[in-house]
């Protein structure tokens, strides 16, 4: 796993207290996120504010409890520019954040294939 990406030690915890339910969490994560990505994305071309912050704060938290800290650091990042209603580096935000994700998904898509079923 990688450390720049995913902390493992979280995913380890995760696993220790979801058991079985681990893959379906896994599963869960890049499902929602794909969704809180798309409306982030629909918050920049809206040049809404208010539904961005909403947004960044919502995927912020998921991909914290997740470990994927480099993700919802650009998160916070993006939810902090939304909530001054300075949205000039948003789109360049939005983008750095779909380029992560395009990372982490391919780490939980491996991480998920150790569990068969």
């Known amino acids: 796993m990688s450390d720049n990406h995913l902390d493992s030690a979280v995913l380890a915890a995760l696993q220790e207290v979801m058991e079985d339910e681990y893959p379906l969490l896994l599963d869960t994560f890049v499902v929602d996120s794909e969704e809180r ?65 395009a990372i982490v998904r391919i780490l939980f898509k491996s991480e998920r294939q150790r569990y068969p079923g």
Do not use: T, W, Y
């Open 37 to 101: 990505l798309r409306l982030l994305r629909e918050a920049e071309r809206a040049g809404d504010p208010q539904a961005m912050r909403l947004a960044a704060h919502s995927f912020k938290g998921s991909c914290s409890n997740m470990g994927a800290q480099l993700l919802a650091e650009s998160c916070r990042e993006l939810e902090e520019l939304a909530r001054r209603e300075q949205l000039d580096g948003a789109a360049a935000l939005v983008e750095r954040i779909e380029r992560e994700f």
